[in-house]
């Protein structure tokens, strides 16, 4: 059934000229690929035939071609990914599979077919390199030597057999039952720098992926009677005489290529159409007993293509595939091109938002990891902060009626907490992971050096919040605009940090980069409170009112005073911030009873809004009413729980 290398070229050669033919090229597609591959569901296996034609289309020659093997990051417990994995808290789990739930990815030809290079048998030139940290022990990253140099502007083909071992899922690829989904699973070409330097990083526990575009036509050859999604549109599919199927799917424009097969998915359809935006057709491979959420996917994803495609730029593919993983097999919340996983239980009240945030995480990513396609390994944030602000941004519109929920019994049984609303700052930014963890990294390290635990803190929380500050500093359309120049200047393109703080200050008309010397180059610590609250009385009858507010953390941000005075009347002042304190004098007829520091709440990088305010009338009573309604609320929660259990 495996697809022989001439019909391969041919097929590559055929789509080449297609393609040239229908639309002209939204991506450079230079990294387009052809592979036929068969799963051996039993077996756990996978065994292809891979026609990559590449085109250097960089300014600098290259001596050398490298190629990304995921799959052998769980080949044993010695690759760099197991060993990061060690120093985070997910690693029991991880430990504790056996030798059957290990993975790995091995090539048994590679043999240049096209170019000027025809004929070069590369396989006995393979190598494993370690890159970024020296383990010979890790797999992840192979590389050959060419027999000459390939020039700028030049084409090859090359022939590619492999086979894989599917692995229990370590990172949301992989197998368990009959559930089968299929990442990172192929030989990937790394990417060419403009200084002819590969950037292919080994596969590392804290950062994802980075690829160029191209074309992908992948036949997957599965179990009769198994649904199957996959990146792209279907083709083809075609009843084979040993009782399985051939699914051929399409995708011109993306950098990568994910699929899944289960004989449990049950299928739905709808189609997203909004006015200035172009339709969509959305299709949802579902758990059975997860049926009655169909619904709520399609909202959640009608909403984000709604508000992505108007705030930042429309989507282009023209087609979407949602895949709802069975329960914990560790497959949820991932995005690929034109295709993502969300997460769901048989028990989830409506007024449990998890389901619709993960849906519009994941939907957005095809902007930010799908169409501008950062480079995930050295700059994760550009993809996951921004996206995560974006997310937040769509819940708060849509879906800000949520509560928190607790769950019990390993997560399987749900309580809604009434009186806990979902809150875009705490809910959708991370708030309080980012003010535990302000400090652990900074931001313009490349991700893959990241301690283990920060990508939580560092890649999704600090730069939602540093974009949200700037939102409330600059006003939504200003940021809008940002967001929206850069997708549509950068979309295809593979944008650094740079070419984002560029944009905002053209679009801003503002120096902001003392702002992103603190927040990405630097590890700033922002904290204002009001040290002390004031008035004496003068010989005139008025009332010198004294205010002094104190910078404790080292980030500086210019702030607003604001004091009440026991008429009831209120007056504002600026700060610059720079100080480590500042003084605010003035006489008025009347007394100042209280002050606050960034009343707005503009800076929401500030680790502690606790000392924001001061008054000078006691509000004891008040205080201690509040926090025993809210203890009221917990122990009358904690009664109702274990009377449940009774």
Known sequence: MLLCAPIAIAVIAALTSVVAAEAQPLSPRNANYAIDVKLDARGRTLSARETLVWTNITAASTGELQFHLYYNAWRDRDSTWMREHKLTTWWPAAASYGDRDLSAIDISRLVITGGSLAGADLTKQMRFIA?????????????????????????????????????????????????????????????????????????????????????????????????????????????????????????????????????????????????????????????????????????????????????????????????????????????????????????????????????????????????????????????????????????????????????????????????????????????????????????????????????GPITYAKPALWLHTLERALGWPAMQQILSTFFDRWKFKHPKPGDLFQIANEVSGRDLMPFFDQVYRGSAVFDYGVDSVSSTDTVDETFSNDIVIRRHGDGIFPVTILATLANGEQRRFTWDGVGRWHRVTFEHASRVVSAQVDPDQVLVLDTNFTNNSFTTEPASGRAATKWAAAWMVWLQDQLLTWSFLI
């Open 131 to 455: 890159p970024d940290d020296g383990n010979e022990d890790d797999r992840t990253v192979m590389a050959v030597t060419l027999p000459r140099p390939i020039e700028p502007g030049e084409t090859i083909t090359l022939d590619i057999a492999f086979t894989a071992r599917i692995p229990r899922p370590f990172a949301r690829t992989g197998v368990i039952g009959n559930y089968f989904f299929i990442a990172q699973w192929f030989p990937k070409i790394g990417v060419l720098d403009s200084t002819g330097k590969w950037n292919c990083h080994q596969f590392h526990v804290g950062t994802e992926f980075f690829s160029d575009f191209g074309v992908y036509d992948v036949r997957m050859t599965v179990p009769r009677g198994w649904p199957l999604a996959a990146t792209g549109r279907q083709r083809e599919r075609t009843d084979n005489p040993d009782g399985t199927t051939t699914h051929r799917y399409f995708q011109e424009d993306v950098h990568d290529f994910a699929w899944t097969t289960s004989p449990d998915f049950i299928e739905a359809h709808e189609r997203f159409e909004h006015p200035g935006l172009p339709p969509v057709d959305m299709r949802l491979l579902l758990q059975r007993e997860h049926a009655p959420q169909a619904a709520r996917h399609f909202e959640t994803a009608r909403s984000t293509l709604r508000y992505y495609g108007e705030w930042f730029g429309a989507y282009p593919y023209g087609h979407m595939t949602m895949v709802d993983p069975p329960w914990q097999t560790a497959t949820e919340g991932m995005e690929y091109p034109t295709l993502f996983t969300a997460g769901t239980q048989w028990l989830m009240p409506r007024e449990d938002t998890y389901l619709e945030d993960g849906i519009v995480h994941e939907t957005g990513h095809q902007w930010w990891y799908g169409i501008v396609a950062t480079n995930e390994f050295e700059d994760a944030w550009m993809d996951e902060g921004i996206n995560q602000y974006a997310n937040a941004r769509v819940m708060a519109e849509d879906f800000g009626e949520g509560r928190e929920v607790l769950r019990f019994f390993g997560g399987f049984v749900p309580w809604v907490l009434d009186d806990v609303r979902w809150d875009r700052l705490v809910a959708g930014e991370y708030l309080f992971d980012y003010r535990g963890s302000a400090t652990v990294d900074i931001p313009a390290t490349p991700s893959f050096r990241y301690w283990p635990r920060t990508s």
